[in-house]
T-cell receptor
């Protein structure tokens, strides 16, 4: 158990809809990262927040947005969903700004868009 | 443009033998490399890392080798055990940047009893 909690674990929705994925980082961790893993793809970095502020952006679509709240939990919002958005979405956390790259990952949220 | 490449999607090995997982990178700015292991229905977990100032790092049955001139690293597991069956992700970061790791696509290792 990494200490990172993601909900929901599974989500099935239709094209055009909007969903919100939630992440609670490890106790004491200030930094949250979102990654997407599509079929046969590696982990694609989406976005990082540190203590409530956006710190880095990766390959995140404009239809996607995220935020980190004062209690340090984070939400990833995916809107106007397309079939290609079906993927595993991982949240990870670290105390600082990724340090040496050793991240603690949650179990992921599997999104299926029909 | 994939900066971290794992060209073998899968690898099958007999229990007790050596498993060698390979990884290539293209960005010469990378100076810290990591391997993560992922079991089904779980998130990736950190396994072992190596800094670019070294060419080898050992941790029990796991050894990572780095060849900077070839931009290549490998993970050796000796001896392999059935519990090592998982997907292994190679990742790289650079100290002058945000340290956010760039991952490869992963190699699925199956260790047969």
């Amino acid at each position: 158990d990494s200490g990172v909690t993601q909900t929901p674990k599974h989500l099935i929705t239709a094209t055009g809809q909007r969903v919100t994925l939630r992440c609670s980082p490890r106790s004491g961790d200030l930094s949250v990262y979102w990654y997407q893993q599509s079929l046969d793809q590696g982990l694609q970095f989406l976005i990082q927040y540190y203590n409530g502020e956006e710190r880095a952006k990766g390959n995140i679509l404009e239809r996607f947005s995220a935020q980190q709240f004062p209690d340090l939990h984070s939400e990833l919002n995916l809107s106007s969903l397309e079939l290609g958005d079906s993927a595993l979405y991982f949240c990870a956390s670290t105390w600082g700004l990724a340090g040496s790259g050793e991240l603690f990952f949650g179990e992921g949220s599997r999104l299926t868009v029909l | 443009d994939q900066q971290v490449k794992q060209n073998s999607p899968s690898l099958s090995v007999q229990e007790g033998r050596i498993s060698i997982l390979n990884c290539d990178y293209t960005n010469s700015m990378f100076d810290y490399f990591l391997w993560y292991k992922k079991y089904p229905a779980e998130g990736p977990t950190f396994l072992i890392s190596i800094s670019s100032i070294k060419d080898k790092n050992e941790d029990g049955r796991f050894t990572v080798f780095l060849n900077k001139s070839a931009k290549h690293l490998s993970l050796h597991i000796v001896p392999s055990q059935p519990g090592d069956s998982a997907v292994y992700f190679c990742a790289a970061t650079y100290s002058g940047g945000s340290y956010i790791p760039t991952f490869g696509r992963g190699t699925s290792l199956i260790v047969h009893p």
